[in-house]
């Protein structure tokens, strides 16, 4: 068996790409996008059929051409993967929580206007605390939500007392920080501060009992993906997912579920949590950052179709 098959029978792997053929040859359980995968998509050749109908409707309303665009990869992704599929509010509404659960809500209909069922989409926001409130609302709507942006033990509780189905904590954008901020040498796999936060995140959720699963994201190399076997998910590029098809080598269980009694429960109010946050500054300035770069590239997906629409 390849790394990446032992992986499998421990932890359930998700395919963080918008490439269908990347898909097909891993065959991942489920399947995550984000606007910036989406907006690399959107360009290559192969994916333009998806963009039609999206494209004729980008002169009367950009805004619904893109709910269009996420919804129509979100599609044929669901024929591939078995599971399910994340499809990402429009970042720019992450302090906004009214605006996500009415945008949550829109893509939920529109993917089961095409006969897909709601439990098989997970709804991406902002870990927030406008985001997290968004999602407390939609779970009890039976819109299932995906955590995202998610960096701090703090982010990860509230997101646990809302009764979010998932968290999605990035592993190797919080080893970028470190690396840049803290010791730029770089860290070995059982010291990656990625690595250290999502043991640390799921300690905490399996001492209490939460439901709420975790799924490691973003990394930057396979030691951080071995060292989270056993993890609930973990959501791995197509790079990374080569790698690992290709490693013969033994994969270690790291995480099992268990009660830790040295284990404190702690919980926020809107103003401990922002403070929590505002107190940790690798959490804050990854959050903010990340937020950016995906509002970006929701304007730069925008702008492509609007130049398509135009025949330019």
Known sequence: MSALDELKTMTVVVADTGDFESMK????????????????????????????????????????????????????????????????????LSFDTEASVRKARTLISLYEKKGIDRKRILIKLASTWEGIQAAKVLEKEGIHCNMTLLFSLEQAILCGEVQATLVSPFVGRILDWYKKNVQTEGYSAEEDPGVLSVKQIYAYYKHVGYSTEIMGASF????????????????????????????????????????????????????????????????????????????????????YLLKKAKGL
């Open 220 to 303: 930057r190399n396979k030691e951080e993906i071995l060292q989270l076997a056993g993890c609930d998910l973990l959501t791995i590029s197509p790079k990374l997912l080569g790698e690992l098809e290709q490693d013969s080598g033994p994969v270690i269980r790291k995480l099992e579920p268990k009660k830790d009694p040295s284990i404190q429960e702690r919980s926020f109010d809107e103003a401990s949590f922002r403070f929590a946050l505002n107190d940790d500054p690798m959490a804050t300035e990854k959050l903010a950052e990340g937020i950016r770069k995906f509002s970006a590239d929701i304007v730069s997906l925008e702008q």
């Open 25 to 92: 040859a891993y065959k991942p359980q489920d399947a995550t996008t984000n606007p910036s995968l989406i907006l690399a998509a959107a360009q290559m050749e192969e994916y333009q059929e998806l963009l039609e109908t999206p494209i004729a409707s980008a002169k009367k309303n950009v805004e619904q051409a893109l709910d269009q665009v996420f919804v129509n990869f979100g599609e044929a992704i669901l024929r591939i993967v078995p599971g399910r599929v994340s499809t990402e509010v429009d970042a720019r």
